[in-house]
Nanobody, 121 residues
Framework: QVQLVESGGGLVQTGGSLRLSCSASGRTSSTYNMGWFRQAPGKDREFVAAISWSGSTTALADSVKGRFTISRDNAKSTVYLQMNSLTPEDTADYYC??????????????WGKGTLVTVSS
């Protein structure tokens, strides 16, 4: 079993940066592929980024390529999402999840509760 807790969200101006963290607990958490997803008000949840268990392979949504970076530190059981050049369109609740099928399909069972990112214009 894996428990996930996101942090790092907040209010930032257009063009600003934030780094989200996803802290995982559980003996095998470092062996999972992990991902970030987001859901804006009134919109469907969408894939943002994924990283393999070793950190050697990543995937990013087209909408965030060149602006967001995903990384992980397995010694700390933490996955990060560095977000730069933020725009109001990035405003959403951000969730981390275990990836069930690489790279886009999240697990049904292992999700965090989310952290809110608000980008002001």
């Amino acid at each position: 079993q894996v428990q996930l807790v996101e942090s790092g969200g907040g209010l930032v101006q257009t063009g600003g940066s934030l780094r989200l963290s996803c802290s995982a607990s559980g003996r095998t958490s470092s062996t999972y592929n992990m991902g970030w997803f987001r859901q804006a008000p009134g919109k469907d949840r969408e894939f943002v980024a994924a990283i393999s268990w070793s950190g050697s392979t990543t995937a990013l949504a087209d909408s965030v390529k060149g602006r967001f970076t995903i990384s992980r530190d397995n010694a700390k059981s933490t996955v990060y999402l560095q977000m730069n050049s933020l725009t109001p369109e990035d405003t959403a609740d951000y969730y981390c999840a275990v990836i069930d099928r690489w790279p886009y399909k999240p697990s049904m069972d292992y999700w965090g509760k989310g952290t809110l990112v608000t980008v002001s214009s």
